[in-house]
């Protein structure tokens, strides 16, 4: 069950991280409205807030999440910017996302 939460927990946290930059960057590259910096900076800090969540070191959940953000970035790709990955991207997340579930839930010395 810890690993269902863990891994619930960095995607909720990859989208808020996510949303937050690609609405940044709807302002900054393509003139849309400066008031989307508000819902971006609110993404933000829950993306913070969220990266506590996690039960570990923060090192330890820091680098892992790296794993799962590539995964959830290639998948922005294809839902939000509508570009299909090709197997390149796909396989260099789940490089990524096997990382991460080393770091997560290997096995560790007491």
């Known amino acids: 069950m810890f690993e ?4 619930i927990l960095f995607i909720v946290t990859a989208v808020a ?3 937050g930059c690609y609405l940044a960057f709807l302002c900054l590259k393509k003139s849309a409205s400066s008031w989307l910096l508000v819902p ?7 993306f913070v807030w969220l990266l506590t969540l996690h039960p570990t070191a923060a090192g330890r959940v820091y680098a892992a999440y790296g794993g799962v953000y590539v ?3 290639i998948a922005w790709l294809w ?3 509508r570009i299909r990955p090709d197997r390149w ?3 260099g997340a789940g490089v990524c996302l096997l990382g991460m579930s080393i770091i997560m ?6």
């Open 4 to 7: 269902i939460k863990t891994v």
């Open 17 to 19: 991280e996510l949303t």
């Open 40 to 46: 971006a900076a609110l993404s933000l800090a829950a």
């Open 71 to 73: 995964g959830a970035a």
């Open 79 to 81: 839902i939000v910017d």
């Open 89 to 91: 991207d796909a396989i």
């Open 105 to 110: 839930f290997g096995p560790r010395m007491a």
